[in-house]
């Protein structure tokens, strides 16, 4: 039997083999943190053997169905892997979409924060200018009422407006040839009487000679110490009953049985006829008759122009024997436009006022300027002026400029001037206004001429003697009034009594500079113009830098006191930076409570963290960082009390030559930060990165404790916190918090904004 055709020796007939178990294409979605490393590792199966039909025999799968089985098994291995790298592609996509929207959410939540600071802080504002309208609305109210009460308690008034005068007897009109009353306890002006300004005797003074015209040895600060002192004789001439003026005689005898000397009389013919007699406008100009100007015609007619002023106090002064002299001139009154030239010949300026001799020495008086003034619309308004009631001839000179009979050697001696200023310099001299001259408010530069020339930059100071003005503010525009130039002139206090404006006109041609004065910022106080000069610009600036818009003058307010601070913070309002930080620092008598703002002249950013206030012992210290280079305005806010709201305490410009390289604002310091003097020295930045690593160090004396992330900084024998914190997840809260004792509750003195 061969061995080659046995049948015993050939493989069993080729059946159909078993039917393999099949493999599932469904693949479970596995988290990769729940794969072991086995996982990912495709084992190799086993190769079935075939031991046929003995025991002897030994047999395996056909080639073809090996290299089958492999495929599939590197098929299933394949998809597996691809899989798995779809899970991990989608595991990194759902992480980068969760850090997206956790940015988005951080960036909504920072706006968030941004737009309420500013909606709280327009809120401070409104109800800022709000409580200051109601304040002004109540105090202008308050004050119109105590006014119109003195009125009628002086004028003898009714409650329906009329005037109640006393019953008149015959024994007040002839009160002339009797001894005058004295009532040194009612009618005593300290240390007059007993100085030798007693009624002089009529005996002794020759009326046919006039006194020589000298230069007076007393200012009116000397005479006029409190113009109080002049409120019973005011009252009594205001009170004169109307039978009183029916002549000169009776009139002067009523007057004079209220005085002790001179000085009191004079007074009170001065006050009784700036209360009693009108200008007469229409007639001035033309448009009716003239009233009389004699004294008499005067007194009954109750209206008049200034020379019927000047001969009635004329009148009167001379009844009772008192030296007085008429005086002609020409005058810069409401007809005069600053740079007009007066023609002395052929003026239209003509005007009448008084010199009086009291003890010895002459003084100016002038009742018609003292009775009211007329407008731009030719309208007459009584307004009471102390002013021109003893006017030093310094002052007089001013706007008043004597010229009688064509003769100006003979006039010149009626300036009552050691030196006479010449026609032609009064002509061109500087023309301060009757406020400026009133409250001792005098040119540092520019002392001499109205008119000035400029090129390219100019700086005017004025200086208060008394220091008793509120409010200055400035009004500078083209000499047409075309344009008004706000961002063309910076004007700031240099201490209490020093204003300097510097000026930058953009264009070559005049421009118009008026100075206000505001004594009180009560309802009753107003701005009063103190001086104006006209700028002829020949050159400007080849580059031209405006100043940020400012609704009030630069510096501390005149109230600063009341919030706290103390007289450093008037010294300087304009500062410089060269580096893109700087630190002002503001002494202070007592805990004060701040709020700062930062703005930049041309970008329109929200600056609201670019402040960080830090307390210390005896003031507090402003760090500011500057974003952009140019001007800036940083302007304090305070409160006078705990219960009072923000005010404007001080502005500072601040010319920024240098941006910072940090261009985020500072952490968010909250009030406890300021109460209990805690400063932060690291980090100075709002704004910090998710998931690192910081260093942070602050210092503060008055807590035990400070904590950040659930973590307490270490304190030094310095009361230096200091620790080492990793920041949280985009959005999270940042807060350093800090504890005053050990039973005392967590406060959060800085926040930071996680990004």
């Known amino acids: 039997m061969g061995s080659g055709s046995s049948a015993l020796n050939q493989p069993p007939p080729a059946g159909r083999p078993k039917q393999r178990a099949k493999q599932s294409h469904h693949v479970m979605m596995t988290e990769l943190s729940d794969l072991g490393d086995d996982d990912f590792t495709i084992q190799e199966p086993t190769l079935v053997q075939y031991h046929g039909r003995t025991g002897q025999t030994n047999g395996f799968i056909k ?30 996509k759902e992480k980068r979409s969760q850090e997206m929207h956790n940015f988005r959410l951080v960036k909504e939540e920072d706006q ?42 002086q004028q003898n008034i009714d409650s329906n407006g009329n005037f109640v005068f006393e019953p008149e007897t015959e024994e007040r009109v002839n009160v002339a040839h009797q001894p005058t009353v004295r009532n040194p306890a009612k009618f005593n002006l300290t240390g007059v009487t007993k100085s030798g300004w007693a009624f002089e005797d009529r005996a002794v003074q020759d009326l046919d000679k006039e006194p020589e015209p000298r230069p007076p040895t007393y200012r009116k600060r000397d005479i006029v110490q409190n113009t109080h002192q002049f409120n019973l004789f005011d009252k009594h001439a205001v009170k004169a009953p109307f039978r009183a003026r029916e002549s000169i005689a009776s009139l002067v005898t009523y007057l004079k049985s209220g005085a002790e000397n001179h000085l009191q009389l004079v007074r009170m013919f001065y006050r009784w006829i ?155 001299r500087l023309k301060l206004e009757r406020a400026a001259l ?103 600036l080849e580059e031209l830098r405006q100043f940020p818009p400012n609704f009030r003058i630069y510096g501390a307010v005149p109230n600063y006191q009341k919030f706290g601070f103390s007289s450093e913070i008037t010294k300087c309002c304009e500062y410089t930076c060269n580096s893109g930080e700087m630190i002002l620092p503001i002494k202070t008598k007592r805990s004060v409570k701040v709020m700062t703002k930062l703005e930049h002249i041309d970008e329109k950013a929200d600056l609201t963290n ?64 300021l109460e209990l003097k805690c400063t932060l020295f690291k980090p100075l930045w709002k704004d910090l990165p998710a998931n690192s690593t910081i260093t942070v160090v602050m210092g503060c004396e008055n807590i035990v404790k400070a904590s950040l992330m659930y973590k307490d900084l270490v304190m030094d024998e310095n009361h230096v916190f200091e620790g080492t914190v990793t920041t949280p997840p985009a959005g ?21 904004t996680i990004f």
């Not at 030559?657 to 009030?671: E, K, T």
């Open 63 to 92: 080639e073809d169905q090996k290299a089958r089985a492999a495929e599939e098994m590197s098929f299933e291995r394949q998809m597996k892997n691809k899989e798995l790298r779809r899970i991990q592609d989608e595991r990194l």
């Open 112 to 153: 968030r924060f941004k737009l309420e600071q500013a909606r709280i802080q327009a809120e401070v504002v409104k109800k800022h200018q709000e409580l200051v309208a109601m304040e002004e609305k109540a105090n202008r109210m308050l004050r119109e009422e105590q006014l119109q009460q003195e009125f009628i308690q």
């Open 274 to 428: 700036t209360f009693n007699i009108a200008f007469d406008v229409e007639g001035y100009y033309g448009e009716t008759q003239l009233q009389s100007v004699e004294p008499e015609g005067v007194l009954q007619a109750g209206l008049t122009i200034s020379e019927g002023y000047a001969n009635l106090m004329q009148a009167m002064c001379k009844f009772e024997g008192i030296p007085v002299k008429i005086i002609q001139g020409i005058v810069k009154g409401y007809e005069y436009q600053i740079g007009d030239i007066i023609n002395f010949t052929e003026s239209h300026l003509w005007h009448f006022w008084n010199a009086v001799y009291i003890n010895k020495n002459w003084f100016f008086v002038d009742c018609a300027w003292g009775a009211g003034l007329v407008d731009r619309k030719r309208n007459w308004i009584r307004q009471f002026q102390e002013f021109y009631f003893i006017v030093d001839p310094d002052k007089m000179i001013v706007d008043h400029f004597p010229f009688m009979d064509n003769d100006l050697r003979e006039s010149a001696k009626w300036q009552l001037l050691a030196s006479p200023v010449s026609a032609n310099s009064f002509n061109q």
């Open 438 to 540: 009133e409250w001792d408010v005098k040119p540092v530069t520019h002392t001499q001429h109205h008119i000035i020339t400029v090129r390219r930059e100019i700086e005017i100071q004025l200086q208060e003697v008394a220091d008793i003005l509120e409010e200055y503010s400035v009004q500078f525009q083209r000499k047409d009034g075309s344009r008004n130039l706000d961002q063309f002139f910076f004007a700031c206090k240099l201490n209490n009594r020093t204003l300097k404006i510097t000026l930058r006109p953009p264009e070559q041609v005049d421009y118009i500079l008026n100075i206000y004065g505001q004594k009180s910022l009560d309802a009753a106080g107003k701005s009063e113009v103190l001086v104006t000069y006209i700028l002829k610009c020949v050159d400007v």
């Open 610 to 673: 670019f402040c960080l206030v830090t307390a210390k012992d005896h003031g507090i210290s402003v760090k500011m960082r500057f974003p952009f280079e140019g001007y800036y305005k940083f302007t304090l806010f305070g409160k006078e009390d705990d219960a009072g709201n923000f005010r404007p305490v001080a502005t500072f410009l601040i010319d920024c030559n240098q941006a910072s390289h940090v261009h985020s604002g500072f952490p968010v310091a909250f009030d406890a930060a």
């Open 732 to 752: 999270q809260p940042f807060t350093i918090y800090g504890q005053k004792t050990e039973k005392s509750p967590l406060v959060g003195l800085f926040h930071f």
